[in-house]
């Protein structure tokens, strides 16, 4: 978060102290805050605002399978729509720990991908929270994975990272973020044919160019709440506010 101070004087009276606080909604939680996206580049193709009471299966598909890598499972149970919210728990029922996972059901060859999310603090290190885009062929790792904003499973939950996972050996490309990621941030991927850009609150913070790793497949968004462990103590809550993606205009 950026403060700048300004003094302004009202016609005669005494100066006036103004605080101007760039950010100041991210900090203290305040909702539904968007980032000023270029109208002559970008052309918005989708939206979720999450504000009805259930999640929209016409555009989304909500995991019924095993949970990440065998620990426990992914359950549409997981899953809840209120006040505009999204929210994926993960908490143990009958012996058996229980997350959620859903995927977009459209397909995207490059494009813009934002969301706000925020996740809870973790002090069983137990789960990760994840946004990430994964190829239409479900051919992984050849057909990459971009791994958006994901948290780890450190207990604080910061700093938070990035992953871009490509070729057949599953190589990566890893920036990690300075940030809290119980805190809420807007994230952004920039994915075109020749590099990927990464935002974090409507600044670029990380640039990949390497082009045997950027992907030239459709790709399609999905949003989990990753298990690490077989078992957890208490629960842990992943929250997005919103999801958009946008297509280059020129690409129309």
């Known amino acids: 978060m950026h403060i700048f101070f300004e003094i302004t004087y009202i016609y005669n009276m005494q100066p006036i102290l103004i605080l101007v606080l760039t950010g100041f909604l991210f900090l203290f939680g305040g909702r539904s805050q968007h980032i000023t996206v270029n109208q002559k580049k970008w052309k918005l ?3 979720e605002d999450f504000n009805g009471s259930r999640v929209n299966e016409n555009e989304w598909s909500m995991y019924n399978s095993p949970g990440h890598d065998g ?3 992914r359950r549409p149970s ?4 209120a006040n505009g919210m999204l929210t994926v728990k993960a908490e143990m029922s009958d012996g058996v720990l229980i997350s959620g996972g859903m995927a977009h059901r459209r397909n995207y060859r490059y494009g813009k991908f934002e969301f706000r ?3 809870e603090k973790d002090p069983a290190e137990a789960t990760s929270a994840v946004v990430l885009t994964w190829p239409e062929s479900e051919k992984w790792p050849e057909d990459g994975e971009n791994d958006i904003y994901e948290t780890g499973t450190a207990a604080d939950r910061k700093p938070f990272h990035t992953f871009i996972h490509y070729d057949q050996t599953n190589k990566q490309y890893h920036f990690q973020h300075q940030a809290d990621a119980s805190e809420w941030h807007i994230i952004a991927m920039e994915w075109g044919k020749e590099a990927l850009h990464i935002y974090r609150d409507g600044i670029l913070v990380h640039t990949l160019t390497d082009q045997q790793a950027i992907p ?3 790709h399609h968004l999905c949003i989990q709440l990753d298990a ?3 078992k957890m103590s208490g ?3 992943m929250y997005v506010d919103w999801v958009k993606i946008y297509q280059l205009r020129q690409e129309e």
């Open 235 to 237: 629960e842990v809550k």
């Open 228 to 230: 690490f462990q077989k």
């Open 117 to 119: 999310v925020r996740a």
């Open 78 to 81: 997981a899953f809840s729509v």
């Open 45 to 47: 193709v989708f939206t």
């Open 71 to 73: 620990n426990g499972l």
């Open 216 to 218: 030239q497949v459709a």
